[in-house]
């Protein structure tokens, strides 16, 4: 029976400090009286519904990055 090779390697430790990237989407959208005017507007779309799905997506590659630097 073959011994896989991973098995054996030590364990690195995982960096903790990419977790911070997690943090960026909370606080952007913690306090909503800071983001809730209706100026400017996108297409007639006010700036208080475009900016949370702008965070969206920016939460998305926050926590990829946040991934990707865990490994």
């Known amino acids: ?10 364990a690195r430790p995982r960096r903790r400090w ?3 990237f997690l943090l960026i989407p909370f606080v952007a959208l913690l306090y909503p009286p800071w983001y809730a005017g209706g100026h ?11 900016y949370q799905f702008l965070w969206v997506v ?5 926590t990829g990055f946040a991934y990707r630097l865990r490994e």
């Open 18 to 20: 990419p977790l911070l």
């Open 58 to 62: 920016l939460g998305a590659v926050c």
């Open 40 to 50: 400017p507007t996108i297409g007639g779309v006010p700036f208080f519904v475009w």
């Open 1 to 10: 029976m073959a011994v896989r090779a991973d098995r054996h390697r030590p």
